[in-house]
């Protein structure tokens, strides 16, 4: 493939198109793929996490009994049974929503870019947290907005430096897009925005009639502390329907990601051209997948196999952090996520992280470089780590090796 | 959900979204769908020909021995398996392209999201039909393109006038980002691109440098009439490899819509792009999906199916013909597709399409006024007939009721 001559499409190319660039590092962790290597480096849930068999039955039970139903067209806000099932799981965790406020997405990563599609005009501000999950950047780039990116510390999101920046903003009359947040087991850094800085921020929304995407993959994957509200809960409490805030959520660590179903809940009329636009990208997500997701629900597998994909990670969070404690040199701090699937490394700033990944990688383990996740630079003294996808013992022999590629 | 107050949503939708409306028509065809209304408005496959059963054996085949790879993420560009049989079928097109040619989408809906995202820029002039697959429009108008509309006729697009335009905006120093075009079996007229228009189109693309987007949804359901090569296949017999042609296809004609698989052949370049733009947009196609179309289809599912679906739509095709000369009053004029799903309808000027939908669905039949497939207005005159959904017998009884409705 290499040498082809310049097409007429490549002179062509739009403005954001012509700033799109590979990622070197997606390149580097392609080898990462190769079975010696152990990799911190994915997003990966565990494959023996998936219900595997329950799915296969669900979908034959599916495609017995609904074959013409669930391979036709179906209505872009999504398959009417799954909705139903999404109402009444979101109540269960404090999010009171009819049938009506789902709306279904392809995964979460599809909410994202039909967000930016409906919000964002070139320049327009959208706050981030810094570090931030790179798919959003990703889904958001292409409408050109300006990130404002917000520092976080151990309890998350700082609210008061927000609060601070919308200030600022204001007085130069800019109301914000939206602030994007994934305020509990955050990508990458693990951290949790804390109980009192959930019901600062949902009062900085209303002072700033502020919106909020709240991104919650991960909120059901707790292993220890207390669970907290989403601010969709919140905000919901405050205003008996949402305001501020537009929850996302997704099958991906709960069933399968290869199902790409996600969902959203908002106001009416936000999900109203929300569910117009969806309509331009993909007509709607696949029917099957939906009947699958919903087949293999509607019994209660959630309440039966969550617990087990805890258990699981659990485990390896645990791993992970006593080889952290056991291999580490002084001078490397790292959070301690009471969920998720990921934990943070900041390492001294003469440490060259990216020099640092070839070293592992001729060690045979991977990550992700921090600098990845920031969306206007910096953090180039920190590493994401997923605990997820290896096992505990893999985890601690990658430890070993990571400690031993950062010895000096 | 009536009467929710405004949201701080609402107030900063982007440009785009504040245009965007809900289709009264798309509202006023929901009352269709209830069973005693014959709707020829829809684009719906017929349910008897999904292969259910092959399908529920190949996903059962997939779960039982693949399930921790079906399940899992997967590569962006598709399932490497899909993509090398995409690679073999494309060949049966006289399309000779590589597996890394092959890029993967949600339906062919995204791919023409994916197009717009990476092409054009506000302001930019697409070049569509006129009437064109509506939604094409959907797809590209958030880029917010102006579309110049050219006129077809019963041997499709033509292509003096495109040459005259592209003289006239090259005359300008505009060159349009790009053409799109359903040259077989088009939606909405089901007229096919002549074999002598075809490589007229091939000669103008060289001479003016015109990047084309060929969407062919259609082409394996031919009833009547001779084969005509894809654009893509003379685009590639000419340079080696694709240039001017970006090749468009889907299994939701001949599997099932639900599945939301598609696949793109393109020069390398834009397909990196493409590629790179989808990440964000969904991260990729879902693999299981992909891993059924794969499995369905690996041991000569469509050679031994399309037969049978050709042969229900041919059906079809001939008691839709069949009944509108017997019903039809004088000055109603319609096309005589070769293949696919839809007959274009020309009525007198004195006709209002719009008030004939209203009596037409008091008597219980329904279809798409025209002026819906146009980009920039016009055809108020027409109308859309979908035959390959209702039954012969209902089909015949449909163009009845529909004759009766016309009568003035």
Request: proline share 8%.
């Amino acid at each position: 493939m290499q040498g082809q001559a310049n097409t007429p499409w490549d002179t062509r190319l739009n403005s954001s198109a012509r700033a799109l660039k590979g990622s070197a590092i997606r390149e580097l962790l392609k080898i990462t793929e190769q079975p010696g290597v152990i990799s911190f480096a994915g997003g990966l849930p565990a494959p023996a996490c998936f219900p595997a068999e329950e799915i296969a039955l669900a979908t034959e039970r599916v495609l017995a009994h609904e074959a013409t139903r669930v391979l036709q067209y179906g209505p872009t806000e999504g398959f009417p049974p799954l909705r139903e099932f999404l109402a009444a799981l979101m109540a269960t965790r404090g999010i009171e929503a009819p049938t009506e406020r789902i709306l279904i997405s392809s995964g979460s990563q599809q909410a994202l870019d039909m967000i930016a599609k409906v919000m964002i005009d070139p320049g327009d501000v959208v706050l981030v947290e810094d570090p931030t999950y790179v798919g959003a950047l990703q889904a958001f780039r292409p409408y050109q907005p300006r990130f404002v990116a917000l520092p976080m510390d151990e309890h998350g999101l700082q609210v008061d430096t927000l609060e601070a920046m919308l200030a600022d903003l204001a007085a130069g009359g800019i109301a914000p897009k939206f602030l994007y947040t994934v305020p509990t087991f955050q990508n990458p850094t693990g951290v949790t925005l804390t109980r009192a800085r959930r019901a600062a921020l949902l009062e900085l929304a209303e002072r700033y009639d502020l919106p909020i995407v709240e991104d919650d993959p991960y909120g059901e994957l707790r292993y220890s502390g207390e669970p907290l509200p989403p601010l969709a809960a919140l905000d919901i409490a405050r205003h008996g329907q949402p305001r501020h805030v537009l929850y996302l959520s997704t099958f991906s660590k709960l069933l399968a990601p290869s199902l790409r179903v996600g969902w959203m809940v908002g106001p009416d009329e936000l999900l109203h051209k929300l569910a117009l636009v969806k309509q331009g990208m993909d007509l709607h997500t696949g029917s099957l997948v939906q009947a699958i997701a919903f087949e293999s629900c509607r019994d209660g597998l959630l309440e039966r196999h969550t617990p087990r994909i805890r258990a699981v990670y659990h485990e390896r969070r645990d791993a992970m952090l006593a080889a952290l404690a056991r291999e580490m040199p002084a001078d490397i701090r790292w959070t301690t996520p009471e969920g998720g699937m990921f934990l943070w490394l900041t390492v001294p700033d003469e440490l060259n992280v990216r020099a640092l990944l070839e070293r592992a990688i001729a060690r045979q383990v991977a990550f992700v470089p921090g600098d990845a996740f920031f969306a206007n630079g910096g953090g180039a003294n920190s590493l994401r780590l997923n605990f997820s996808h290896p096992s505990a013992e893999r985890i601690a022999e990658g430890v070993a090796r990571l400690a031993a590629a950062i010895e000096r």
